[in-house]
């Protein structure tokens, strides 16, 4: 056993991948407030927004340091859909995106609620949801990553939703807090590493 260092300006997680080989058993949809709205075709600035205020306290940053043009090329995509979480007011407060675009396989690229509605039980509604759009004719396999980078209690909601885990991975990258592409004080429990900061 031992420990690798990691450059001061990077991060490091562990991914969890996980899938599902059958299609749940029908169960009754989960109560919520919340409803669905098919995104065709969103605009980028309005995506990276959603994606901004569900995931920054995450570090999400994948769909952030993508030009315009290659953000648009996957969300616009024939076999990528894209699904917003609406409250009571028709406001965006989450997402649902799945890809099919290596049929029989259904990837759940994003799945997430803006902070304030995490931990209200709305998982659960939106997992059912997802597991409806994505389980169609010619899919086999559905399956989903998290990282140590996401809410503590991710990797235990998929479990819980039916999700088996095959394979663990370690990615390391630049720290987006210090690039720019997120706040400084985004993700505080996350502590913020420099070459130059000095030791006590």
């Known amino acids: 056993m031992s420990l690798q260092d990691v ?21 009754p949809l989960p109560a919520s407030p919340l409803r669905l709205a098919r995104w065709k075709q969103p ?7 959603l994606f901004r205020r569900i995931g920054e306290p995450w570090l999400w940053f994948s769909r952030l340091v993508m030009s315009d043009d290659a953000l648009l090329k996957i969300i616009h995509s024939d076999t990528v859909e894209i699904h917003a979480v609406l409250d009571r ?6 997402l649902i995106e799945l890809d099919f675009g290596t049929t029989p396989d259904c990837e759940l690229s994003f799945f997430g609620l803006i902070p304030e509605l995490v931990g209200q039980k709305h998982g659960r ?3 059912a949801q997802a597991n409806m759009l994505a389980w169609r004719k010619g899919v086999e396999r559905f399956w989903v990553h998290t990282c140590t980078l996401d809410h503590p209690s991710a990797l235990g909601f998929y479990r819980k939703s039916g999700f088996i885990p095959f394979k663990r991975q370690i990615e390391i990258f630049d720290d987006p ?7 400084r004080d985004a993700a505080p429990h ?5 070459a130059d900061q000095p030791r006590s």
Do not use: F
């Not at 605009?43 to 927004?49: H, N, Q, S, V």
């Not at 996350?190 to 420099?194: E, N, Y």
């Open 125 to 127: 509604w939106m997992i």
């Open 177 to 183: 807090r210090l690039i720019g592409l997120l706040p």
């Open 89 to 94: 007011h028709g406001i965006e407060v989450g």
């Open 190 to 194: 996350i502590p913020l590493l420099q």
């Open 43 to 49: 605009e980028a600035e309005k995506y990276r927004t």
């Open 7 to 27: 450059p001061p300006h990077h991060i490091a997680t562990v991914v969890t991948t996980l899938e599902m080989r059958e299609r749940p058993k029908p169960a």
